[in-house]
C-alpha cells in the first residue's frame, strides 16, 4: 500500500515541480544536505538534499538560526518516514513536504506562527484516514486541514488549537460558524476563503497573525453590515480596509489588537493614519502598497513602539514620521488651519511663525512638528513646503 502511495504522490508532485521546486540560487550556502538562505540574519532552508529516512532538521545552519521552512524544500523526498522541526521555525511554506508519500511521523515546534498551504498534502500522514477526526486533520496543535465533504453547519475547534493553516477551510460551502477557543496565535492565508455561509466567526483574544483574504468570500466578509467606515474588523482584529472607501487620513477602532496581513493594501492614497496602544501584532505586507503614507499617530510610547511586532513587508511604516501619545481627533501634520487637506496657506502659515510675523496656537503648534521630534523649526516649515509640492 505505501509503495502505491509514494507512486500516486510522486505524480502528483510532477504538477508543482516546475512552479514550486526550488531552484538554486547563486548566492545559496549548503551546510550538510541542507542548501539555505539568509534574510535579515536568519535562514531559510530552500532544499533538502539528503536521502536519510529520518530527518532532524538542525536550528542552526553556516551559524544563523532557522525560522523557515521554504516552498517546497523537501517536496517528493519519498525515502522520508519521519521529520522533526527545531524550535525556533516559525514559518512552514506551501507544500514544503508536498509528496512525501512515506512520510509518517511529524514533529512540530511549539514556535509555529505560520503554516502554508499543502504543506504535507499526499504525504502518508496525511492520506491515512486514521489521522482524521470528524473532517479534521490535525498535527498536534496544529489545524492543517478540513475535508468540506464532512463539515456541518457548526464546527468548534479542538480546544488548545495553536494555529490553522493557509487554505484549512477553504470552500467548505456549508459551514455557516466557527468558533475557536483560547490559544489559538496563527490564521493563514485563505484560511476560510470561499466559506459562502459562513456568517458567525468567534475568535479568541490570543491571535497575534492573520493571513491575507482569510475570511475572503465568507457570508461575514459579503455582509454590508459588517464593514465599518470602509473597514472589517472581527472582533478586536482589523481585517481589511477598502481604500476607495477611507480618506487620507483614517483611525484603526480603539481596542484592535492585530492588523491582518495585507490589510491596507489598496490604500495607495492613505498619507496618515492613527492606531491606539493596543495594536501588539502587524501581519506581513499590512502597508506595502501605501505610497503615500507619510505620518503615523500612534497612541503609545516609543518605548511602546519598540514592543511591537512588525513583521516583513512593512517598510513603508517604519519610514513614515511616528508622532506619539496620539488620540483621536488627530490634528494632522502640517494642516495648519485644521481644513483636513494640505496646501500652500498651510506652508505659508508656518513660514510666518518662522520668521517672528505671527504666534502658533497650541494645535498649530502640534500641526507643524513635521518630523515628529517635539521642536518646531525651519526643518518642519521646510519638510512641509516639500510634502505641498509632491517631493
Given at each position: 500500500?505505501?509503495?502505491?502511495?509514494?507512486?500516486?504522490?510522486?505524480?502528483?508532485?510532477?504538477?508543482?515541480?516546475?512552479?514550486?521546486?526550488?531552484?538554486?540560487?547563486?548566492?545559496?550556502?549548503?551546510?550538510?544536505?541542507?542548501?539555505?538562505?539568509?534574510?535579515?540574519?536568519?535562514?531559510?532552508?530552500?532544499?533538502?538534499?539528503?536521502?536519510?529516512?529520518?530527518?532532524?532538521?538542525?536550528?542552526?545552519?553556516?551559524?544563523?538560526?532557522?525560522?523557515?521552512?521554504?516552498?517546497?524544500?523537501?517536496?517528493?523526498?519519498?525515502?522520508?518516514?519521519?521529520?522533526?522541526?527545531?524550535?525556533?521555525?516559525?514559518?512552514?511554506?506551501?507544500?514544503?513536504?508536498?509528496?512525501?508519500?512515506?512520510?509518517?511521523?511529524?514533529?512540530?515546534?511549539?514556535?509555529?506562527?505560520?503554516?502554508?498551504?499543502?504543506?504535507?498534502?499526499?504525504?502518508?500522514?496525511?492520506?491515512?484516514?486514521?489521522?482524521?477526526?470528524?473532517?479534521?486533520?490535525?498535527?498536534?496543535?496544529?489545524?492543517?486541514?478540513?475535508?468540506?465533504?464532512?463539515?456541518?453547519?457548526?464546527?468548534?475547534?479542538?480546544?488548545?488549537?495553536?494555529?490553522?493553516?493557509?487554505?484549512?477551510?477553504?470552500?467548505?460551502?456549508?459551514?455557516?460558524?466557527v468558533i475557536v477557543s483560547e490559544g489559538l496565535?496563527?490564521?493563514?492565508?485563505?484560511?476560510?476563503?470561499?466559506?459562502?455561509?459562513?456568517?458567525?466567526?468567534?475568535?479568541?483574544?490570543?491571535?497575534?497573525?492573520?493571513?491575507?483574504?482569510?475570511?475572503?468570500?465568507?457570508?461575514?466578509?459579503?455582509?454590508?453590515?459588517?464593514?465599518?467606515?470602509?473597514?472589517?474588523?472581527?472582533?478586536?482584529?482589523?481585517?481589511?480596509?477598502?481604500?476607495?472607501?477611507?480618506?487620507?487620513?483614517?483611525?484603526?477602532?480603539?481596542?484592535?489588537?492585530?492588523?491582518?496581513?495585507?490589510?491596507?493594501?489598496?490604500?495607495?492614497?492613505?498619507?496618515?493614519?492613527l492606531f491606539p496602544a493596543s495594536v501588539t501584532?502587524?501581519?506581513?505586507?499590512?502597508?506595502?502598497?501605501?505610497?503615500?503614507?507619510?505620518?503615523?499617530?500612534?497612541?503609545?510610547?516609543?518605548?511602546?513602539?519598540?514592543?511591537?511586532?512588525?513583521?516583513?513587508?512593512?517598510?513603508?511604516?517604519?519610514?513614515?514620521?511616528?508622532?506619539?501619545?496620539?488620540?483621536?481627533?488627530?490634528?494632522?501634520?502640517?494642516?495648519?488651519?485644521?481644513?483636513?487637506?494640505?496646501?500652500?496657506?498651510?506652508?505659508?502659515?508656518?513660514?510666518?511663525?518662522?520668521?517672528?510675523?505671527?504666534?502658533?496656537?497650541?494645535?498649530?503648534?502640534?500641526?507643524?512638528?513635521?518630523?515628529?521630534?517635539?521642536?518646531?523649526?525651519?526643518?518642519?516649515?521646510?519638510?512641509?513646503?516639500?510634502?505641498?509640492?509632491?517631493?
Open positions: 500500500m505505501k509503495t502505491l502511495l509514494k507512486w500516486c504522490a510522486v505524480i502528483g508532485a510532477m504538477a508543482l515541480l516546475f512552479g514550486a521546486w526550488p531552484i538554486t540560487a547563486a548566492g545559496a550556502e549548503q551546510s550538510g544536505d541542507f542548501e539555505y538562505e539568509i534574510d535579515d540574519g536568519k535562514a531559510i532552508i530552500t532544499r533538502y538534499l539528503g536521502s536519510d529516512t529520518v530527518v532532524d532538521i538542525p536550528a542552526t545552519v553556516g551559524g544563523y538560526p532557522v525560522t523557515v521552512i521554504g516552498n517546497a524544500a523537501f517536496i517528493a523526498c519519498t525515502e522520508m518516514t519521519a521529520v522533526t522541526i527545531p524550535d525556533g521555525v516559525t514559518t512552514l511554506e506551501n507544500a514544503a513536504f508536498y509528496g512525501c508519500s512515506m512520510l509518517d511521523e511529524i514533529h512540530l515546534p511549539d514556535s509555529l506562527i505560520w503554516i502554508g498551504s499543502e504543506v504535507f498534502d499526499y504525504t502518508y500522514y496525511y492520506d491515512n484516514p486514521y489521522n482524521w477526526e470528524e473532517g479534521l486533520l490535525y498535527i498536534g496543535k496544529y489545524l492543517i486541514k478540513a475535508n468540506s465533504r464532512e463539515i456541518s453547519t457548526s464546527c468548534q475547534l479542538k480546544p488548545g488549537t495553536r494555529v490553522i493553516a493557509a487554505g484549512a477551510f477553504e470552500l467548505c460551502d456549508d459551514m455557516q460558524s496565535i496563527g490564521i493563514g492565508e485563505s484560511a476560510f476563503k470561499g466559506c459562502e455561509c459562513l456568517a458567525l466567526v468567534i475568535l479568541p483574544g490570543s491571535v497575534t497573525a492573520i493571513g491575507g483574504g482569510a475570511f475572503e468570500g465568507t457570508a461575514y466578509y459579503e455582509y454590508p453590515g459588517n464593514w465599518e467606515d470602509g473597514a472589517l474588523y472581527i472582533g478586536p482584529y482589523l481585517i481589511e480596509v477598502k481604500g476607495e472607501e477611507i480618506p487620507a487620513h483614517y483611525n484603526v477602532r480603539p481596542g484592535t489588537k492585530t492588523i491582518a496581513e495585507g490589510a491596507f493594501i489598496s490604500c495607495g492614497e492613505m498619507r496618515s493614519l501584532n502587524i501581519s506581513p505586507w499590512v502597508f506595502q502598497r501605501c505610497r503615500a503614507l507619510r505620518h503615523v499617530y500612534y497612541g503609545g510610547t516609543k518605548e511602546d513602539r519598540e514592543q511591537l511586532a512588525i513583521d516583513i513587508g512593512n517598510d513603508r511604516l517604519s519610514a513614515a514620521v511616528w508622532h506619539y501619545g496620539a488620540t483621536a481627533p488627530v490634528i494632522m501634520a502640517g494642516d495648519m488651519d485644521e481644513s483636513g487637506v494640505l496646501n500652500m496657506d498651510d506652508a505659508f502659515t508656518l513660514y510666518r511663525a518662522m520668521s517672528g510675523q505671527i504666534t502658533l496656537t497650541e494645535a498649530q503648534t502640534r500641526a507643524a512638528d513635521m518630523n515628529g521630534d517635539e521642536i518646531v523649526n525651519m526643518a518642519d516649515a521646510f519638510a512641509l513646503y516639500r510634502e505641498v509640492a509632491g517631493q
